[in-house]
T-cell receptor, first 111, second 114 residues
Framework: QQPVQSPQAVILREGEDAVINCSSS?????VHWYRQKHGEAPVFLMI?????EQKGHEKISASFNEKKQQSSLYLTASQLSYSGTYFC????????????FGKGTMLLVSP | ETGVTQSPTHLIKTRGQQVTLRCSSQ?????VSWYQQALGQGPQFIFQ???????GRGNFPPRFSGLQFPNYSSELNVNALELDDSALYLC?????????????FGPGTRLLVL
């Protein structure tokens, strides 16, 4: 089943903060976060693994609540370059490294 | 850049035709996953290949098929094209099947079916 992302869209002014949430009904091994700009491929941001390990972007932070199967992506002091659509991809414990993506959260940062 | 390449970048086909999309994985990666991304949606998993074997398949009909070659590049074939097959097709390469492996996406092939 597809993870649920919220909010669907966010509009920020440069320098403001945002939180994007991702929730799954399955037991997860990891959550992967990507950003996609219009007409481009998704770009890897971060992986959060069961057990607390994280790999990824230095300037972006995220959390993974294993009990609730929820992850949140924290974008602080947003920059214009943060604009795009953010997707979470969930990897189930029983999966073979396959990802199921949410519908995305569109973020627009204005000057 | 991820080092994952795809060809062609754009393609226009008519209903009923067949299409082959190609993907070259990042150096050192032996796993390729294919995704279909409709406009305004997240990528939807089609199938994954690991060392030339299919290793998982999403909810797509058999007219979607694939191959992986000894150099780990891959092809996605779609037969009997339908209008709803119009989408961005993405491949992603990764290393192995262990959990938590990063998937790096190629630039995609945009397919339009008329």
């Amino acid at each position: 089943q597809q993870p649920v992302q919220s909010p669907q869209a966010v509009i920020l002014r440069e320098g403001e903060d945002a939180v994007i949430n991702c929730s799954s009904s399955k037991a997860l091994y990891s959550v992967h976060w990507y950003r996609q700009k219009h007409g481009e491929a998704p770009v890897f941001l971060m992986i959060l693994l069961k057990g607390g390990e994280q790999k990824g972007h230095e300037k972006i932070s995220a959390s993974f609540n294993e009990k609730k199967q929820q992850s949140s992506l924290y974008l602080t002091a947003s920059q214009l370059s943060y604009s795009g659509t953010y997707f979470c991809g969930t990897e189930p414990i029983s999966g073979y490294s396959t990802l199921t993506f949410g519908k995305g959260t569109m973020l627009l940062v204005s000057p | 850049e991820t080092g994952v390449t795809q060809s062609p970048t754009h393609l226009i086909k008519t209903r009923g035709q067949q299409v082959t999309l190609r993907c070259s994985s990042q150096s050192g990666h032996n796993t390729v996953s294919w995704y279909q991304q409709a406009l305004g949606q997240g990528p939807q998993f089609i199938f994954q290949y690991y060392r030339e074997e299919e290793n998982g398949r999403g909810n797509f009909p058999p007219r979607f098929s694939g191959l992986q070659f000894p150099n780990y590049s891959s092809e996605l074939n779609v037969n009997a094209l339908e209008l709803d097959d119009s989408a961005l097709y993405l491949c992603a390469s990764s290393h192995g099947l262990a959990g938590g492996e990063t998937q790096y996406f190629g630039p995609g092939t945009r397919l339009l079916v008329l």
